[in-house]
């Protein structure tokens, strides 16, 4: 258990429909970062947050936003989806900034659009 | 910009065989680190190994081992005496030390052992 706690596990919605994915990083670690992991592909970085503040953005569409909380807790909000929007994502935290920092991950949450 | 290439899409090793997964990356950063994930079919990401770019031994974590080569750019993982539990997809991972936190991952290996 890495201590990165992600809901739903799974998610099934319909085109069209917004859904909000939940991380609540590991006890202390200020960073959180989100991937995108489509069917057989690597992990696409999505943005990344530390202590509040957003520091690093990937190629995160227009239609996706996220957000931490003050309590640290991260939220991936997903709208107008779209049949490629299916894709596992991960959330996951490192205690600092720093290139010796590893990421903890989650055990992800599976996104189905149909 | 940072960029990983794995250039093994998949590999096939018989067990107790040792295994090189191949890692390239490119950065103008002169601190870096390096990071090595498995995923196996269960979906989670393991941690396996940490290079930093002014380490000047390469690491090694049990079975695990990173075959770092700087002017390269090169950062190999070896597992020796390959299980079957190996069986799963391996990513290589960059950090880099200025500008933005992102982390960026490779496109992955997914590495077969055969019985």
């Known amino acids: 258990d890495s201590g990165v706690t992600q809901t739903p596990k799974h998610l099934i919605t319909a085109t069209g429909q917004r859904v909000t994915l939940r991380c609540s990083p590991r006890?202390?670690?200020?960073?959180v970062y989100w991937y995108q992991q489509s069917l057989d592909q690597g992990l696409q970085f999505l943005i990344q947050?530390?202590?509040?503040?957003?520091?690093a953005k990937g190629n995160i569409l227009e239609r996706f936003s996220a957000q931490q909380f003050p309590d640290l807790h991260s939220e991936l909000n997903l709208s107008s989806l779209e049949l490629g929007d299916s894709a596992l994502y991960f959330c996951?935290?490192?205690?600092?900034?720093?290139?010796?920092?590893?990421?903890?991950f989650g055990s992800g949450t599976q996104l189905s659009v149909l | 910009a940072q960029k990983i290439t794995q250039t093994q899409p998949g590999m096939f090793v018989q067990e107790k065989e040792a295994v090189t997964l191949d890692c390239t990356y490119d950065?103008?950063?002169?601190?870096?680190?390096l990071f090595w994930y498995k995923q196996p079919s269960s979906g989670e990401m393991i941690f396996l190994i940490y290079?930093?770019?002014?380490?000047?031994q390469n690491a090694t974590e049990g079975r695990y081992s990173l075959n770092f080569q700087k002017a390269r750019k090169s950062a190999n993982l070896v597992i020796s005496a390959s299980q079957l539990g190996d069986s799963a997809m391996y990513f290589c991972?960059?950090?880099?030390?200025?500008?933005?936190?992102?982390?960026?991952f490779g496109k992955g290996t997914r590495l077969h052992i055969l019985p």
């Open positions: 290079q930093g770019s002014y380490d000047e």
């Open positions: 947050y530390y202590n509040g503040e957003e520091r």
């Open positions: 996951a935290s490192s205690p600092r900034q720093g290139v010796n920092e590893k990421l903890f």
């Open positions: 991972a960059m950090r880099e030390g200025s500008g933005d936190d992102k982390i960026i």
């Open positions: 006890s202390g670690d200020l960073s």
């Open positions: 950065t103008s950063d002169q601190s870096y680190g």
